[in-house]
């Protein structure tokens, strides 16, 4: 897969991408990962991106002209791919969003600042417009990140045990179809600070080792996320 990320601050993605799975899943070559900054692409002498709303009101609007240059040019380096804007008012993120966009083999990232975009840049590139919740970040930028790590472990081969992410919270479903959240896990010691560790688990049982977990995860689920059940 290949993200390119358009951002007025390339330099605080750098990081995130520069460890752990996101940086695996690069020296696999599995992923690449191409910033652009928004900037390089003003045609205003001071490379203005931003400019006060019209009808007046708080704060500043992403400005047609560098946006919209920035993403065709992006565009234009390989195949079309997803593009995808990162706006609280978007669509919202999800475990079944990402397991989606990542059977896409390119998808082009845009992060906002201040109170927006200025309509008619969704107008005019018809994008996908994802929130990754119901809160306000100052920037796209950390939904991004977390956009592209969510997608990033589903891709075949980049997580060490091929197994792993089917495992994970929201990937595990009841027999109603229900997502469920992870079971709890033990590990060595078996006792630690009077706590034991179930002995179901290290009984060697795995019949009785999935039950079990399956119990806990519905448990969980219906204590921590309600929501998630239909009844
Ligand atoms: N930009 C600011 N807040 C955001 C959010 N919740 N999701 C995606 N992009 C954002």
Same mark, same amino acid.
């Given at each position: 897969m290949r993200i390119d990320i358009l951002t007025i601050f390339p330099e605080m993605l750098r990081g995130v991408f520069a460890d752990s799975i996101l940086k695996r899943a690069q020296d696999k070559e599995i992923l690449r990962v191409y910033f652009h900054d928004?900037?390089?692409?003003?045609?205003?002498k001071h490379r203005k991106v931003d400019d006060r709303p019209f009808g007046g009101g708080p704060g500043m609007v992403m400005t047609c002209q560098p946006v919209v240059d920035a993403v065709r040019a992006v565009q234009a380096q390989a195949e079309a791919g997803r593009l995808i804007f990162m706006c609280p008012g978007g669509k919202k993120f999800s475990q079944t969003a990402a397991a989606e966009l990542a059977r896409a083999s390119r998808l082009i990232l845009v992060c906002g600042r201040y =109170?927006?975009?200025? =309509?008619r840049i969704f107008t005019l590139l018809q994008p996908e417009i994802i929130s990754i919740g119901d809160y306000v970040l100052s920037g796209g930028e950390l939904a991004a990140a977390v956009l592209a790590d969510a997608v990033t472990r589903l891709l075949p081969k980049v997580l060490g045990d091929e197994h792993s992410a089917a495992e994970d919270s929201f990937s595990l479903r009841n027999e109603r179809g229900e997502p469920l959240l992870d079971y709890p896990h033990y590990a060595p010691p078996a006792l630690y600070a009077g706590l034991a560790a179930p002995e179901i688990l290290r009984g060697g049982n795995h019949a009785e080792i999935n039950r079990w977990r399956r119990e806990q995860a519905e448990q969980r689920t219906r204590e921590r996320r309600p929501d998630l059940f239909r009844v």
């Open positions: 928004i900037r390089a692409y003003s045609q205003n =109170e927006g975009f200025d =309509e």
